[in-house]
């Protein structure tokens, strides 16, 4: 290469240089503006997941707490001056005060606070059907056996969260229908799912035997 050649070559390298230096004085302030964004975004999310976890944690200990309480009565004074940091935690809140009414011997505060959960759009659907299902369990239901019976078929869907306990009322209600081998096919049936749970087994074994039938699943 000649001495005129790679004196060009310098020349060149040397506007490159000046004219980049030039983009990053006048654009820099953008790449820096970004990584400022990124660096805050990421300090924000973990900010916020620490104050969600400490409200998730401070939510459970005030729970607990409440539970202490020798009394029915006084864990649901306590349970209910708890503020639940989500709708989702304000479901659980109410079913749990629920049962504590329902041992307090109010029953129809239970079943009314079950229902209003059940009835809460703004809950995700699993959190709605466990409320209706205890609501419909409870004695002071005012449903009639066969409306309780298609709110059950209803949960017993294929698919559905509560599938198998929405079964095992189903069975309750032809014996109470005295449709015993209803019953006694709708059992077995359970035995020989695969999603059955041992406490359900032990139930649906023990409901077979004193109705006199025989378990037909291994």
Partial sequence: M??????????????RRDRLFGLMRRYGWIAVLAVLLLVGGTAYREYTKAAE??????????????LENDEASERVSALDQIDAPTAEGAAVLDMLI??????????????????????????PEIYRQI??????????????????????????????????????????????AGDT?????RLNGLLVDSELTAGLRRRASQLIVALGGEIEAS
């Fill in 2 to 15: 000649s001495d005129t050649d790679s004196f060009i070559e310098e020349v060149t390298e040397e506007v």
């Fill in 53 to 66: 976890t400490a409200k998730a944690q401070a939510f459970g200990d005030a729970i607990l707490t409440a």
């Fill in 98 to 123: 629920a049962a504590e009414e329902a041992l307090d011997g109010n029953g129809t505060a239970a079943s009314e606070r079950l229902n209003a959960a059940a009835t809460d759009g703004e809950l």
């Fill in 131 to 176: 409320a209706s299902f205890k609501a419909l369990t409870r004695p002071e239901s005012t449903l009639s056996a066969d409306e309780r019976r298609v709110a059950f078929e209803a949960m017993a869907s294929p698919g559905a969260p509560l599938r198998l306990l929405a079964e095992e009322q189903l069975a309750l209600l032809d014996i109470a």
């Fill in 181 to 185: 081998e209803a019953a006694l096919t």
